[in-house]
């Protein structure tokens, strides 16, 4: 099953997704904060915890595992973008179904963003200029990796506003919209063994991912990164 028709660009959306963490100061401040200021002043934290931490520099996936998973997905409505990814055949699904659904494609994502960290190396994000209408609730932030000897590339975010905030619901990558590719790959799957057949390959490649993580030479930090990372 083909997720995804342009992954390698993930090696560098990954970094782009890091502008989307949100400061702990509570949901309810994240509410109040611009998406565009939102985007801009957090992107340097995290830039900031990627050079400094020796053991993500050295691969350290369990390491980078978390840092996704807690401060990178919470930003998504993975509710809206598994439903939109699953298109027409979402409304046939049972509650169950849509649960298992969003349940793996979360998990996908994580290791997908979690494999575009290792590759991090200085990228510069540069933020396009943004202007929304007072009350609006749906915008588009506009930002693009730079890369030393190679076309900058443009990652836009669909973000929406909720009572927690605005959250992510698609990422386009290069005019490549995420959820319009899985929508084509997921009916596709659906279309030959129906809904709980694409849950069973969401599972199934999820599991093979975690095998080869398990797998893969841990990091051997050095005692003087010990020393810096408790």
């Known amino acids: 099953m083909k997720f995804f028709a342009g992954a390698g660009k993930w090696l560098v959306a990954g970094l782009a997704a890091l502008s989307l963490l949100v400061v702990a100061h509570g949901q309810a401040a994240g509410a109040d904060v611009a998406p565009d200021v939102l985007v801009k002043t957090t992107t340097q934290e995290v830039v900031a915890i990627l050079k400094k931490d020796k053991d993500i520099q050295a691969g350290d996936t369990r390491k980078i595992y978390e840092l996704v998973d807690a401060k990178i997905l919470p930003n998504f409505d993975f509710n809206h973008m598994t439903m939109l990814a699953v298109g027409k055949y979402w409304p046939r699904a049972t509650p169950a179904q849509r649960q298992l659904l969003i349940q793996e494609f979360r998990t996908l994502l994580v290791r997908t963003y979690a494999s575009s960290l290792t590759a991090f190396n200085n990228q510069a994000i540069e933020f396009k200029p943004f202007s929304m209408a007072p009350e609006a609730t749906d915008v588009t932030v506009q930002t693009q990796v730079k890369q030393p000897g190679a076309q900058p590339i443009p990652i836009d975010y669909s973000m929406e506003k909720t009572p927690f905030g605005w959250k992510v619901y698609d990422v386009a990558i290069d005019g490549v919209s995420l959820v319009t590719n ?44 010990r020393s810096t990372h408790k």
């Open 182 to 225: 899985y929508r084509s790959s997921f009916g596709s799957e659906i279309r030959q063994s129906g809904i709980d057949g694409l849950i069973r390959t969401l599972a199934s490649r999820n599991q093979q991912n975690a095998v080869s993580q398990q797998e893969a030479p841990a990091a051997a930090p050095t005692k003087k990164s």
